[in-house]
C-alpha cells in the first residue's frame, strides 16, 4: 500500500497563491488515481480534485475550478495541487487520497490511502 505525505500548506493572504504536493512513498503513484479533499473548521470534508494515473484527466469541483490546478509527475511519485485566487473560504485541512480505483469514481469511501494532511489558512 501506498503511504502519502503532504507538503506545502501554511498562511497566505487572500488572493494569494499556494502550492501543495503529495509524495507517494512505498508503492508507485502511477498505479492510482490522485485527488484532494479539505476539511474547513467545523463542517464536513469535501471533494476538491481527482486526476487520473497517467495525469491526462482531472475533475475539480465546482467551488475550485479555475483557480485549482492538479499535476502529477509519476517519476517522481508525487501529484501537485496548485492553488491560486485564494479566498478565506479555502481555509480548510487539505488531505492527499489514492484510490486504485477510477478517477471518476474517487468519493471518501474507496480511498485506499490519506495523507496526513496539511492546514492552508487564508486571511482576508
Known amino acids: 500500500q501506498v503511504q502519502l505525505k503532504e507538503t506545502g500548506g501554511g498562511l497566505v493572504q487572500a488572493g494569494g497563491s499556494l502550492r501543495l504536493s503529495c509524495e507517494g512513498s512505498?508503492?508507485?503513484?502511477?498505479?492510482?488515481?490522485v485527488g484532494w479533499f479539505r476539511q474547513a473548521p467545523g463542517k464536513e470534508r469535501e471533494f476538491v480534485a481527482v486526476?487520473?494515473?497517467?495525469?491526462?484527466?482531472?475533475y475539480y469541483a465546482d467551488s475550485v475550478k479555475g483557480r485549482f490546478t492538479l499535476s502529477r509527475d509519476n517519476a517522481k511519485n508525487t501529484v501537485s495541487l496548485l492553488m491560486n485566487s485564494l479566498t478565506p473560504e479555502d481555509t480548510a485541512v487539505y488531505y492527499c487520497?489514492?484510490?486504485?480505483?477510477?478517477?471518476?469514481?474517487?468519493?471518501?469511501?474507496?480511498?485506499?490511502?490519506w495523507g496526513q494532511g496539511t492546514l492552508v489558512t487564508v486571511s482576508s
Open positions: 487520497a489514492a484510490s486504485l480505483g477510477s478517477w471518476y469514481e474517487l468519493t471518501q469511501n474507496n480511498v485506499n490511502a
Open positions: 486526476m487520473n494515473w497517467n495525469g491526462e484527466t482531472a
Open positions: 512505498g508503492r508507485t503513484l502511477s498505479h492510482y488515481a
